[in-house]
């Protein structure tokens, strides 16, 4: 049986998209999640939506209870998570408002727990292949379908925030061949793969870093950029739906049963 996770931000706390929408209140043993869990349906798949920041984008990205957001999920019966993210764009090419189906990630952030296991036993998980294949290959089907501009890969780089990059970190990140920039993907798609969920980014690029030495990264940019594509996201996440498939011998539902060393 297919559930399907989202993780959301700016655009869907207040998902219209849902058939028979209802709140519920989890607790995990790693605490609350970041938000009541939406539940309902998108043409006759069951989803959860968890708003990542809070419904308030309260949390800041250090503090976000991932552990408990992907239990909550998983303990909620989902096999497939889809996670949004606005992300500020490396390359020239990717312009603000593309969708980036990123394929790889580089880890900067510095504070966040990255495993659900503490005791007994040791995770060393692989993760030469961190975001799902299938679900990606699914997005991009979709997202030519819906005529979104988008890429079909690339590499984000996820830093500890609050703060935004200095100039010499942006073209840093730039030779290090990083497409996009954000604070959230890193540990969540981790922790996802470890409890055996495939997992995939919609990652929205909002503004050009501040590598380009005549602009500069303004919070207003960002949410101005996300909130005039949040429909266009919306309407992939429900084409995307109905195609995803049950697939229990991908990777990402199999790589944690010999990751463990007791």
């Known amino acids: 049986m297919i559930k399907v996770g989202i993780i959301g931000g700016s655009g869907l706390e207040d998902p219209h998209i849902l058939e028979e929408a209802n709140e519920i209140t989890v607790k995990t043993e790693f605490g609350n999640p970041s938000s009541k869990l939406t539940t309902g349906k998108i043409n ?3 989803v959860m939506i968890l708003s990542r920041h809070g419904k308030k984008h309260q949390i800041m990205p250090t503090n976000v209870p991932n552990r408990a957001n992907i239990m909550a999920l998983k303990e909620a ?5 889809i996670a949004t993210t606005a992300c500020g764009s490396l390359k020239k090419e990717i312009e603000p408002g593309d969708f980036v189906f990123i394929d790889q990630f580089i880890d900067r952030t510095t504070k966040r727990n ?4 503490e005791s007994n036993h040791v995770c060393h998980l692989p993760m030469s292949e961190p975001f799902c294949s299938n679900l990606r290959t699914k997005l991009s089907e979709s997202a030519t379908k819906l005529e979104l501009k988008h890429h079909d890969k690339g590499t984000v780089i996820t ?12 073209k840093l990140w730039r030779q290090w061949n990083c497409d996009v920039i954000n604070m959230s993907t890193v540990p969540e798609v981790v922790l996802a793969r470890e409890l055996g969920i495939c997992y995939a980014s919609i990652a929205m690029a909002t503004d050009y870093d501040c590598f380009m030495e005549d602009r500069e990264v303004t919070v207003d940019e960002v949410i101005k950029t996300f909130k005039e594509n949040a429909n266009k996201v919306l309407k992939l996440i429900v084409d995307i739906i109905s195609k995803i498939e049950e697939n229990p011998q991908c990777k990402c539902r199999t790589d944690f049963k010999t990751a463990f060393i007791s």
């Open 44 to 46: 006759g798949i069951d």
């Open 159 to 170: 830093i500890e925030g609050p703060r935004f990059s200095t100039r010499a970190e942006s």
């Open 114 to 117: 990255q495993t659900f296991s």
């Open 77 to 81: 019966g989902c096999t497939h998570i």
